[in-house]
């Protein structure tokens, strides 16, 4: 049976990912801070620990996993990344996690380490016109971040690369753009655009109003989680380093989001534009890559996976008011 170690299993993508892997077969370890929030691990074996500890980094790596899912980070929505008032946790906390990591996976002989990347690495100068963003992976350098949570993902591609050449580690990089789905946060400032929208228009009455950060023209694309764990499964079957986008081509406005929001809920509601943390004006995942070296890319259209979620998002909002 192969054994996959799941760093960050109590999150959105990897308590999701546990529950793939064990339906593939795997025997699972899960290690996180915190248990998944909104349905119990499918993980074999569930650590809660701090992988900023070196203790804890040793201790979980007892073995030699045949695979290494990475996905342990501090990060949140606009709201707690483009602030600028956890830029020195979101830098040191996910650095240290990657450098133990890294580090430990090389003693532990672990056979393959995933590393979830991010679109938030893509130089903000290519991102300007929402009609016509470049996020190909090579327009990647001459680097320009946005956000420091960019930054820290760009220093830990590099990271997990040169342990590649140096230490023989084998290693796959994808950089995600904007992963959403059922059980993700929701509320509380950490959630991203789609659970916020839908989580506002579940709770406003038909022909009411909600706030939305900006103007709303600001374009995105939004890629539903089965999609992105198909992805991350098949860059990890296949020989490709990475890194790779993993994201839909589907671009929207925010508006667009909202308004889709808003069909599914049946409802008509208005929008109140406000000031907000923003973000890069325009971004979409470029596909191009990935369909060549995985011959696959996503196909979910982003009505079909808002429509699940915003299901699940209006059932969190009964129960609350309840
Ligand atoms: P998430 O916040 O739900 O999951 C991250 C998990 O890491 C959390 O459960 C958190 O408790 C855990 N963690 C943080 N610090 C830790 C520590 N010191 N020790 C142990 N666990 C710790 O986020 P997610 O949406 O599931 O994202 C997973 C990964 O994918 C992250 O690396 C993120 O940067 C990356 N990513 C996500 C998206 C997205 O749209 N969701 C986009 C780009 C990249």
């Given amino acids: 049976m192969k054994k996959a170690l799941v760093c960050g299993a109590g999150g959105f993508i990897g308590s999701h990912l546990v529950k793939k892997l064990k339906k593939e077969g795997f025997w699972v370890r899960g290690v996180d801070l915190k248990h998944p929030e909104f349905s119990k691990t499918a993980a074999d074996d569930f650590i809660i620990g701090d992988l900023r500890e070196v203790e804890v980094v040793k201790k979980i790596l007892d073995r030699p996993f045949d695979e290494v899912y990475q996905l342990a980070a501090d990060m949140g929505g606009a709201g707690y990344i483009f602030t600028g008032n956890n830029d020195a946790n979101v830098m040191h906390n996910s650095a240290t996690i990657n450098l133990n990591m890294a580090y430990y996976g090389v003693k532990a002989k672990i ?14 100068y290519n991102q300007t016109d929402p009609d016509n963003p470049k996020l190909s992976e090579e327009s ?32 796959r990089i994808a950089r995600f753009h904007n992963i959403f789905g059922p059980e993700g946060t929701w509320r509380g400032g950490r959630e991203k655009a789609p659970a916020a929208i839908c989580r506002k228009v579940a709770e406003t009455p038909d022909g009411g109003t909600i706030d939305m950060w900006g103007d709303g023209k600001q374009t995105r694309s939004f890629l539903y989680i089965d999609e992105c ?3 991350v499964r ?10 790779v986008n993993i994201g839909s081509e589907e671009m929207v406005t925010i508006n ?46 982003l009505e ?6 915003y299901e699940w998002v209006n059932k969190q909002v009964i129960k609350i008011q309840e």
């Fill in 234 to 243: 098949k860059l990890m079957d296949s020989d490709f380093v990475g890194p």
């Fill in 256 to 301: 667009k989001l909202a308004e889709l929001a808003m069909k599914i809920a049946g409802k008509k509601i208005k929008i109140k534009h406000i000031p907000g943390p923003l973000g890069v004006r325009g971004r979409n995942s470029d596909n191009r890559l990935i369909r060549k070296k995985l011959h696959w890319e996503p196909k979910m259209k």
């Fill in 111 to 124: 056979k393959k380490i995933f590393f979830s990347s991010s679109a938030c690495i893509y130089p903000a």
């Fill in 304 to 309: 079909e996976g808002l429509k699940k979620t």
């Fill in 140 to 171: 990647a350098y001459p680097a320009a971040p946005d956000s420091e949570y960019g930054w820290e993902k760009l220093f830990s591609e590099r990271l997990y690369l040169s342990f590649h050449r140096n230490y023989g580690l084998n290693v």
């Fill in 229 to 231: 764990l198909k992805g």
